[in-house]
C-alpha cells in the first residue's frame, strides 16, 4: 500500500469527511476514489444527470420569467410571487449546479475555501428563499378562498413587497450568521456549511414552518371547499385578474410546494439526521444533493402543465417572433388573387353580362 494511503488509513471516517483543502494536495485518482464512498461511475452517472437537468430547468425557468413579464394580465400577487421563484430557480441552475458537475466530473479538483463559501452560501440562500416565498404563497390561496376579509388587508403591494423583503432578510441572517465553518465534502463532491446553531435555527425557522404552513393552509382550502361551494364562487368574483382560474392556480402552487417538500426538505431532513459512521451515508448523501438540484426542473413542469396562462403566453410569444416573410407572402397571395379576379371581369363577354341580368330582373 502506498505511504500516503497507509498515513490515510489511520484517518477516521468523519476525519475524512471534513478534511480542509490543503489536506488532498497531490493525490491520484486511486487515491481519492479510495477516500469516497461511492464508485465513480456512479459520481459520473448523477453529473451527467444533472446536465440535462440544468438544460431544462434554466431554459424552463427563464421562459416563465418571459412569459410572465410579457402578459399584462399576469401582474398580479400571485404571479408576482411565482416569478421570484422561477427567477431563483433560474439562478439556481446558472450558478450553483454548475459547480457541482464540474466537482463530480474531476474527482482531483478541490475548490479553494472562498469559492466553496460564496457558492455555499449563495445555495442556501436561494433554497432557502424560494421556500419561504412558497409558503407565503399558500398564506395567499388561502386567504383568497377561505378569509376574502384578510385578503382585502393584504392584497396590497405594499404588503407583498413586505414578505419578500422580510423572507429574503430572515435567509441572509440565518445562513451567513449561523454558518461557522465550511468545507469540501468527499462523500457527497460538495461543499458543506456547518454551525453550531445553524442546523437548529434552519429546522425551526424554514424546514418546519414550510412543512407544516403549506400543508395546513391547502388543507384549510380543501375542507372549505367541500363544505361551501357557493361562497368559494363569491370569492373568486371578489377577487382579482388572476384569479380567473383559481381552483388551477391553487393546485398549481399546491404541487410547486409538494415538489419541495419531496425533492428539498425531506431529502436535506434525511443526510442531516443519517449518522457519520453509517455505510448508506455516502448514498443518502448523493441522492439527496441530486433531489436538491433537480426541483427547478420539476417546477418547470408543473408551471406548464398546470397554468394555461403562461402556455399561451409563451405560444403568443413564440408566433410572435416569427418571421414577417409570412405576413408578406400572405399578403402577395392576396394581391395575386385580386389580380386574377379582375383579370377574369375583363374576360367576361358584355352579352354574357346582360343576359344574367335579365334573368335576375325575371325572377
Not at 394580465?73 to 433560474?90: E, K, M, S, T
Not at 404563497?137 to 388561502?142: G, L, M, N, Q
Not at 425551526?204 to 367541500?226: D, E, Q, S
Not at 459512521?277 to 448514498?283: A, D, F, L, S, V
Amino acid at each position: 500500500m502506498p505511504k500516503k494511503l497507509i498515513e490515510l488509513n489511520n484517518i477516521t471516517k468523519e476525519n475524512k469527511m471534513v478534511l480542509n483543502f490543503t489536506g488532498l494536495d497531490n493525490l491520484t485518482n486511486a487515491e481519492v476514489n479510495w477516500m469516497q464512498d461511492l464508485p465513480l461511475s456512479m459520481y459520473m452517472t448523477v453529473a451527467y444527470l444533472l446536465i440535462v437537468a440544468v438544460i431544462i430547468g434554466l431554459s424552463g425557468n427563464i421562459f416563465v420569467t418571459v412569459a410572465v413579464l410579457i402578459n399584462k394580465r399576469l401582474h398580479v400577487q400571485v404571479y408576482a410571487l411565482l416569478l421570484q421563484v422561477a427567477i431563483l430557480n433560474a439562478l439556481f441552475m446558472a450558478f450553483v449546479v454548475p459547480t457541482n458537475i464540474y466537482a463530480l466530473l474531476n474527482p482531483l479538483w478541490l475548490p479553494s475555501t472562498m469559492f466553496c463559501r460564496i457558492i455555499i452560501y449563495v445555495s442556501y440562500s436561494l433554497r432557502c428563499t424560494s421556500g419561504l416565498l412558497l409558503l407565503v404563497i399558500s398564506v395567499y390561496r388561502c386567504a383568497l378562498v377561505c378569509y376574502s376579509n384578510v385578503y382585502k388587508r393584504i392584497k396590497s403591494p405594499k404588503v407583498v413587497a413586505g414578505c419578500c423583503v422580510f423572507v429574503w432578510l430572515e435567509t441572509i441572517v440565518l445562513v451567513s450568521g449561523l454558518g461557522e465553518r465550511v468545507y469540501f465534502s468527499l462523500d457527497s463532491r460538495t461543499c458543506v456549511l456547518e454551525g453550531k446553531y445553524l442546523g437548529t435555527a434552519l429546522v425551526i425557522f424554514v424546514y418546519l414552518p414550510f412543512l407544516l404552513v403549506p400543508i395546513a393552509m391547502y388543507l384549510n382550502i380543501v375542507l372549505f371547499v367541500r363544505k361551501a361551494r357557493q361562497r368559494v364562487q363569491a370569492h373568486i368574483n371578489f377577487s382579482s385578474r388572476n384569479d380567473t382560474e383559481s381552483n388551477k392556480l391553487t393546485v398549481m402552487t399546491a404541487f410547486i410546494s409538494l415538489n419541495h417538500m419531496v425533492t428539498g426538505v425531506v431529502p436535506g431532513i434525511a443526510s442531516s439526521a443519517i449518522q457519520e459512521n453509517h455505510p448508506w451515508r455516502g448514498k443518502v448523501i448523493v441522492l439527496a444533493i441530486f433531489l436538491f438540484r433537480i426541483t427547478p426542473v420539476m417546477d418547470c413542469i408543473i408551471y406548464f402543465f398546470c397554468n394555461k396562462s403562461i402556455r399561451s403566453s409563451l405560444v403568443n410569444m413564440f408566433t410572435s417572433l416569427k418571421p414577417s416573410n409570412t405576413i408578406n407572402a400572405s399578403s402577395g397571395t392576396q394581391a395575386q388573387n385580386m389580380s386574377s379576379i379582375e383579370s377574369q371581369n375583363r374576360n367576361v363577354n358584355p352579352l354574357d353580362i346582360m343576359t344574367r341580368n335579365q334573368l335576375s330582373a325575371y325572377q
